[in-house]
């Protein structure tokens, strides 16, 4: 089963035909139109009160999708934190979504930290959240940087982690392969750094680093851990989505070697179902307003479609780095996550799209304090949970952008 999200980018040359409101068209139907903002031209939204915007008056995201696309090749949904169970948290959630993923629970530095140590505990518990709640699930991340502080210690040796990793991977794929909740699994993360590099190993274990890249490169040069991760999971996993994740933003090279990997793999015969892009944005790091990225953007996405491949928007947040944001920031910040949604939706036809938020709510810390999510710390629904859910109605196209 395939699942489109769908992003709004214009490429010249991409799959689908694209109509502009100012006559310039191919042969196909999507009617886009491109707005220009600057901060000095976009119009200051009037901040609504908290108890001005609904979940009730404006229906709930799956009540929404449910109503207006095939739920077969169109998802949103959001990410849980396993400590947000029997929470405030969780009852917005099922309120809303009906399309989750745990945010580090699939992961090795909680599953199978070091040798002979497993918890499975809070892999059952969102196996069963999902179960008894109807959910869709994406396993995210199981290898990748994000691991134990056993792995990432220096002295380790390449027999070590193989034999962690595997044994890992084996178990894991067993057990989520007889889960029907269980749709898709990012098999890789994080696997080439913005310049093009294969993420690597750094000393001392405080840093973010991949120790499994340590076990070493084919006679091709292809981390043999990403090569095994894909034949463990072709093997033990036949009924999950195998996806393929990325990191970092829209920059050229990068991609080109994550699209090098990918028909590498599929070449060698394994099996891979999806592409996927984190989607990380920063008010500070233009991107998802920018035309010139999400025209890149709407390239990789036929570039996925392409090759038989789904495409999923894996972590989107916007994050506000600051004081508490102003109304520009907010509308900024609700079109930066719209006009990716938007894209989604022009591009729906050609193959499965998904759209998943990194997170529900923004975290009440002021000294880190990101502003980065649709809800606010007091979960009520900001600009973008307005913004999102009337594209989504209207199948809005429109994109905004802005000059910085």
Sequence with gaps: MKYFIILLLFVGCSADSVKFENGDQTSDSVQITIEEGTSDSVQNIEEQSKDSITSEDLNSFKKIISDNYNTDKFKF???????????SAETLFLNEFDYVVAENSFKQTIVHPGPDLWN???????????????????????????SSTWAKTDTRTKEELIKNYEEFMIELCKKINIENNIKWMDVVNETIDKNANWTDTKPGTD????????????KDGIPIYIIRSFEIANQYAPNISLVFNQHAGMESEMWDKVKET??????????????????????????????EKIDYLMSLIDWAHQNDLDFHITEIDYRMIGGPPSSL??????????????????KRNNGVVTYNTWGVYDKNEPLSHEYK????????????VELLKNTLKNKDVTLKFYDN
Excluded: C
């Excluded at 869709?136 to 199981?142: D, E, F, K, S």
């Excluded at 840093?207 to 084919?218: A, L, S, V």
């Excluded at 920031?329 to 022009?346: D, F, H, S, T």
């Design 120 to 146: 499975w505990s809070r892999v059952d518990a969102f196996i069963n959240f999902a179960k008894k709640n109807n959910l869709q699930m994406r396993v995210h991340g199981p290898i990748g940087p994000q």
């Design 262 to 291: 990918i028909l590498y793999l599929k070449n060698k015969g394994l099996r891979i179902d999806g592409l996927g892009w984190q989607a990380h944005l920063r008010d500070n790091v233009v991107l998802s307003l920018n035309k």
């Design 373 to 384: 999510y649709i809800y606010d710390s007091n979960l009520n629904p900001k600009k973008a």
């Design 207 to 218: 840093k973010w680093e991949n120790p499994w890249k340590q076990i070493g490169d084919n």
């Design 329 to 346: 920031e907010n509308e900024r910040q609700a079109n930066g996550y719209a006009n990716v949604l938007k894209a989604l939706i022009a």
């Design 77 to 87: 949904g959001a990410t849980l934190n396993f400590y947000q169970f029997n929470s």
